[in-house]
């Protein structure tokens, strides 16, 4: 039965982690998946999470399953972060699911679209997260790609993006990210998402927000610019909320999917049929992270200090772009890097060649996504030299 099994390839992100793990080098740096990483190169557990995990763990009563939407208060807490501010006036046409991590929002997302609109296509930027192409295929989508880059200028190629976001068919479905676009890190400005939004109003395709870094690229409140142009556009839409990065919970497996309808009763519709969806893929949620998040969002002092440690993590990203892109002017390397400067959240594309990449890995043990997409929140006091001279080395930066 068996003896026709191929092993599968090994996952562009994740498995880069596993070979990261495996070797010897002391020197070893990943720059590969998309974990913070404070300057002395730990993933620590936020004090805001502590705090909250502390008061759960001494009012716990019970291990009971929870509802197959998930916490009722982490639900409501999250529908209200999602539409907090100017963006509130989708609220009341909007259902809330807990979901195992924004990777789960996204499956359960597709398995609800592919139920709703079978013929529906899936489009995705180009470039993006690789993952975004197996989940919506696993759902039986078929993908197409509209322009988002462009590589030669660094930047966001807003004409022709716009462009083919103007001739998606009705009916389709667009998988945007709500900010720090992964892996290019070039994301809109707040004028574009009302652009982008007047599109889909226009053209009547289906955006599908992937909001798994709010507050890593300007600040939560300027982070919501892309769900409040939808809201704003009165458009049905979807949005996978993670509190894998932001809140620092990435194992605890924290996500939400919001499904915007065109009215309330088409969203409590919705609601039966997503339960119906989840049912069938997990049953129902983990228990854990989600009382965390549900608590750490809905109490104000953990709230105030939560938003201060993510913004020490955004600034701390900031400020490592600043060090490496003059490390790498310090030390000669050719071209102009000051573009990484500019981009937002975690990611950046470096530029480098696939060879490059390879010779990084194999020669220096420096593990970085082929395509050249470096995690810049893995640069560290302890690595930014190493990684420095290296790339000096590899790009032949005289010596
Ligand atoms: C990444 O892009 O590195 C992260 O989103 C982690 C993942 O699951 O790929």
Redesign the pocket.
Same mark, same amino acid.
């Given at each position: 039965m068996f003896n026709t099994l191929k092993p599968a390839p090994p996952d562009p992100?994740?498995g880069l982690t596993e070979a990261w793990r495996e070797d010897p080098n002391p020197q070893k740096v990943n720059l %590969?998946? %998309?974990v913070y990483k404070d300057d002395g190169g730990r993933t620590p557990v936020l004090e805001a999470v502590k705090a909250a995990e502390a008061a759960l763990l001494a009012a716990e009563t019970t291990k009971t399953y929870l509802p197959i939407a998930g916490d009722p208060d982490f639900r409501r807490r999250v529908q209200a972060f999602v539409f907090e501010g100017p963006a509130e006036t989708a609220g009341p046409r909007a259902v809330t699911l807990q979901t195992p991590g924004g990777?789960g929002a996204l499956r359960v997302g597709a398995e609800f679209v592919r139920f709703a609109a079978p013929d529906a296509r899936v489009w995705l930027s180009a470039p993006t997260?690789p993952?975004h192409a197996g989940v919506f295929s696993a759902a039986g989508m078929e993908a197409s790609a509209y322009p988002w880059y462009d590589a030669a200028a660094h930047r966001l190629d807003t004409a022709e993006m716009l462009a083919a976001l103007r001739a998606v068919p009705a009916g389709d479905v667009v998988v945007l990210h709500a900010c720090c676009h @992964?892996p290019s890190g070039a994301d809109p400005a707040p004028e574009q998402w009302l652009e982008i939004a007047a599109a889909a109003a226009d053209a009547g395709w289906l955006p599908f927000l992937d909001a798994?870094y709010l507050g890593f690229a300007r600040g939560l409140v300027q982070d919501r610019a892309a769900t409040e142009a939808f809201a704003a556009a009165g458009v049905p839409f979807l949005q996978a909320t993670s509190f894998s990065k932001n809140l620092a919970l990435y194992g605890e497996r924290v996500g939400a999917l919001t499904f915007v309808g065109p009215d309330e009763g088409t969203a409590a519709t919705a609601l039966s049929q997503l339960q119906r969806i989840v049912r069938v893929l997990y049953s129902n949620p983990p228990i854990h992270g989600a009382a965390v998040a549900a608590r750490v969002l809905g109490d104000r002092l953990l709230r105030a200090r939560w938003e201060e440690e993510l913004t020490a993590m955004r600034e701390r990203i900031h400020a490592v772009r600043g060090e490496l892109v003059d490390g790498l002017a310090a030390r000669g390397v050719p071209g102009d890097f000051s573009f990484l400067r500019t981009q937002q959240g975690m990611f950046s594309f470096s530029g480098l060649s696939d060879e490059a990449v390879a010779r990084l890995r194999t020669e220096k043990a420096i593990y970085i996504v082929k395509g050249g997409r470096i @995690?810049v929140a893995g640069l560290t006091r302890g690595n930014l030299d190493y990684v420095c001279d290296s790339i000096a080395e590899v790009l032949g930066a005289p010596g």
């Open positions: 992100i994740l %590969g998946v %998309g990777t997260w993952n @992964n798994a @995690n």
